[in-house]
């Protein structure tokens, strides 16, 4: 069965043969629709040179011509389409550094990474297959097209990429793959490191990487990521803890948490991580060590963000500790006094006109204090009241000071 993504992109296929050359969809998509496994972006190979591929479509854009890419915008959506090429080295994140095309489809297969990765399909649901990719899918195994050391020298990162296929498929590397792998390990060194990442985090998320986490991390490969190296400590991650469910900044805070790192700042500037990356693991990772030490008191359940507080619940959950359920947290925040930050029934402007004083860190103190007497009921969250004891308690203990 075709998935929705094929059967929008067929037009796209058909309009090539018409114009006379051929058109096969390729790569992961062929490879996830074999396997049943959720189709993402489908890509699409071609006998015809970038500029014909412009000319049989009104609308493109030219994402790498250099490379032999064009993007053909089709009912609102894009597509890439690939003119039949061999590549040596990739220069950056997926653009390879010397192309050089063909017009005929199994060269270009061959230029393919993996046996599973080298099947296309054309038009009519026909499987081209000279690597018996369909038969690796079958059996479950990750080989090379050819030589591995030849793929893997051509570019070391596809040694990362049958990692993380083990890990997303369940899939299993065979001999001379993982043999490739050891020899050329070394190579990985000079893979810039935000490719390293992707494949890294995708390797996180797999489906079945509590099974190969353990190879993972024998192999001389985990040498060449930034903390990672063959670390004992490490196995815990996925031996240990339960870690279905969680998201990708979940994982990598219990990575931290079993490496003992209090501030995950620098390993992950050391990834080329992004700043929402690093921001979100690094709260996340504080607020999580202050939970193991205690439970929730109603200023945190007040304070921090509900996302946050279900996030660490659910890592209590995967390291086999006593958990609040989704249900027992709102419960919690149902009976505070007040909910959160917006239902304060005062602004900082409202002390600053009472207080007559300029803005400052004061204005942050104040409020605080505020939320807490009221949380702690001693204060109603009641404007009037709110002035009085402003007036009354807190300037007059801060002019004490
Ligand atoms: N280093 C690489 C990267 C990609 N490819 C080939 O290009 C295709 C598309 O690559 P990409 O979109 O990066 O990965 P997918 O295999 O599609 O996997 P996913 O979409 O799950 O990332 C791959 O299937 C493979 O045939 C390759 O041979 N070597």
Redesign the pocket.
């Known amino acids: 069965m075709l998935s929705e993504q094929f059967k929008q992109a067929l037009p796209i296929l058909k309009k090539i043969e018409e114009a006379g050359f051929q058109a096969y969809f390729?790569?992961?998509?062929v490879?996830?629709l074999i396997i049943g496994r959720e189709v993402?972006?489908v890509?699409i190979a071609t006998s015809a040179l970038p500029q014909e591929v412009k000319g049989i479509f009104p609308k493109t854009v030219d994402v790498g011509i250099e490379h032999g890419t064009i993007l053909v915008i089709h009912n609102g959506e894009g597509y890439e389409i690939t003119t039949f090429r061999t590549e040596k080295g990739?220069e950056d994140f997926?653009r390879p550094s010397e192309v050089s095309f063909v017009r005929n489809l199994e060269e270009d297969l061959q230029?393919?990474?993996?046996t599973i990765?080298?099947i296309a399909m054309n038009a009519n649901g026909e499987f081209v297959d000279p690597f018996n990719g369909l038969e690796d899918i079958e059996q479950k195994v990750i080989r090379t097209v050819g030589s591995a050391d030849e793929r893997f020298q051509e570019?070391a990162?596809?040694m990362m990429?049958a990692i993380r296929f083990q890990s997303?498929l369940g899939f299993t590397m065979d001999k001379t793959c993982r043999e490739g792998l050891e020899n050329n390990a070394a190579l990985l060194e000079h893979i810039a490191i935000e490719r390293k990442l992707q494949e890294f985090e995708?390797l996180l998320l797999g489906e079945y990487v509590s099974i190969y986490w353990a190879d993972f991390l024998s192999l001389k490969l985990s040498d060449y990521l930034p903390g990672i190296k063959r670390n004992r400590e490490l196995l815990k991650l996925f031996h240990t803890f339960r870690l279905s469910h969680l998201t990708i900044t979940e994982r990598w805070t219990l990575l931290f948490y079993c490496l003992k790192i209090d501030d995950p700042s620098t390993l992950l500037k050391q990834w080329k991580a992004s700043n929402k990356r690093i921001k979100d693991c690094r709260l996340l990772l504080q607020v999580f060590y202050q939970r193991l030490q205690r439970d929730w008191t109603d200023y945190d359940l007040y304070n921090v963000e509900l996302p946050t507080i279900l996030s660490i619940e659910k890592l209590m959950n995967s390291i086999g500790n006593s958990y609040f359920s989704k249900k027992d947290i709102e419960e919690r925040i149902d009976t505070l006094a007040i909910k959160n930050g917006d239902l304060l029934a005062v602004t900082g402007k409202d002390l600053q006109a009472w207080a007559n004083k300029k803005g400052g860190p004061w204005i942050k103190e104040c409020l605080e204090l505020i939320e807490k007497e009221i949380l702690s009921r001693n204060l109603p969250n009641e404007k009037d009241a709110i002035e009085k004891w402003v007036m009354n308690e807190w300037l007059h203990r801060s002019n004490n000071n």
Not at 26 to 29: F, L
Not at 111 to 114: E, K
Request: hydrophobic fraction near 20%; avoid cysteine.
């Open positions: 390729v790569g992961g998509a490879r996830d993402n972006d890509d990739y997926r230029r393919r990474d993996f990765n080298a570019d990162l596809r990429r997303q995708k």
